[in-house]
């Protein structure tokens, strides 16, 4: 079987675990969304209401209840300090594929997070039956790039105005990994 969704795995690497995301972690993830710098090459723009955040959170946790995603907290083992967010979504399981993302929070940029995470979450992804894993860029996010192409993501792909934000159109990269 291909991902399992009824059962959602929480995921250890040397410095962090990934929790399957719930309700309560709306609190931790409402800084992160509302940090402009953070946001500035995600797909929404910042928000300065918990109660959207809520729903927002809401809204991921009914997707992984349906089967159709599965959303993680990242925190840190050491002292369970929340640092971000990841997901695998637009699952489908007949084609073996996935679409892949993280968020981090500014305070966690560079200390290696995001691939540490990363790596945990493709292997994951790998034994569990995902043979192609794609991930999306903002054209001009270095960061999120270098850590695709350190984990063998190859750029696939132009989007050319494929995002809104601020009321002008974004390009987007597009990233592929087979596994």
């Known amino acids: 079987m291909i ?3 009824r059962r959602l795995p929480i995921l250890e690497t040397e410095r962090l675990r990934l929790d399957p995301l719930n309700a309560a972690d709306a609190e931790a993830i409402f800084p992160v969304l509302g940090d402009p710098e953070v946001l500035s090459y995600w797909d929404a723009p910042e928000h300065d209401d918990p109660d959207v955040v809520a729903k927002v959170v809401g809204g991921q946790v009914e997707a992984m209840t349906a089967g159709r995603a599965m959303h993680w907290a990242i925190r840190t083992l050491a002292d369970r300090a929340f640092v971000g967010c990841f997901d695998l979504t637009e699952i489908d399981r007949r084609h073996r594929r996935a679409e892949i993302g993280f ?3 500014r305070d966690a940029w560079g200390q290696g997070y995001g691939l540490e995470a990363m790596r945990t979450v493709i292997a994951y992804a790998a034994s569990n039956g995902l043979r192609k894993l ?3 860029t903002h054209l001009g996010n270095r960061r999120s790039e270098a850590v695709l192409e350190k984990l063998g ?3 696939e792909g132009l989007l050319r105005g494929h995002i809104l934000e601020d009321g002008e159109r974004r390009d987007c990269r597009l990233w592929g ?3």
Request: proline share 0%.
């Open 3 to 5: 991902l399992d969704l």
């Open 103 to 105: 968020m981090l929070s």
């Open 134 to 136: 794609a991930a999306r």
């Open 153 to 155: 993501f190859e750029e």
């Open 177 to 179: 990994l087979l596994l």
